[in-house]
């Protein structure tokens, strides 16, 4: 399920927005057996966009549109999360215990990238009641009741 309505997650986060804020390069990876390292890259990233997204779909429980006021924040919660994913690839590449021809094929452990997801979301999470989406209300007793 993409995560947001009018466009492909991949239009809305490039693997270029996670290079310029990683600084990543193919040369990073040492592709083995792939003709266009950048190609390859790009396809990890991704790959990777769109595994988070699904991360973050699964908590908010809903697609979020451009037009809305949290588009830009969970955005940038997806590059951040990704970016992360980066990260702990790249320190999982520098241990001698990792063999990087299988790197581009294993998937990841997300789990430590992911952890903190829950938090990052929570003010954007809308909870259900009466099976309709919507936000939570509270009824003060200095109001005067409506129904």
């Given amino acids: 399920m993409p995560l947001f309505k009018e466009k492909k997650t991949t239009e809305i986060v490039t693997a270029k927005d996670i290079k310029n804020l990683t600084g ?14 950048e190609k390859a890259l790009d396809e990890l990233l991704e790959t990777w966009i769109e595994r988070i ?32 994913l980066v ?26 990238v ?4 829950d938090a990052e979301l929570e003010p954007f999470i809308r909870y259900k ?7 939570v209300r509270v009824f003060s007793s200095l109001e005067d009741y409506k129904e």
């Fill in 24 to 37: 990543i390069k193919a040369e990073d990876f040492s592709f083995v057996d792939v003709d266009d390292p």
């Fill in 53 to 84: 997204a699904s991360h973050i779909y699964v908590r908010l429980n809903r697609k979020i549109s451009i037009e809305d006021g949290e588009f830009l924040a969970i955005q940038d919660v997806l590059i951040r999360t990704v970016a992360n």
């Fill in 87 to 112: 990260s702990i690839a790249q320190q999982q590449r520098t241990n001698p215990v990792v063999q990087i021809g299988d790197f581009a094929i294993n998937i990841l452990n997300t789990s430590e």
């Fill in 114 to 117: 992911t952890k903190n997801l």
């Fill in 129 to 135: 009641k009466s099976n309709r989406d919507g936000f």
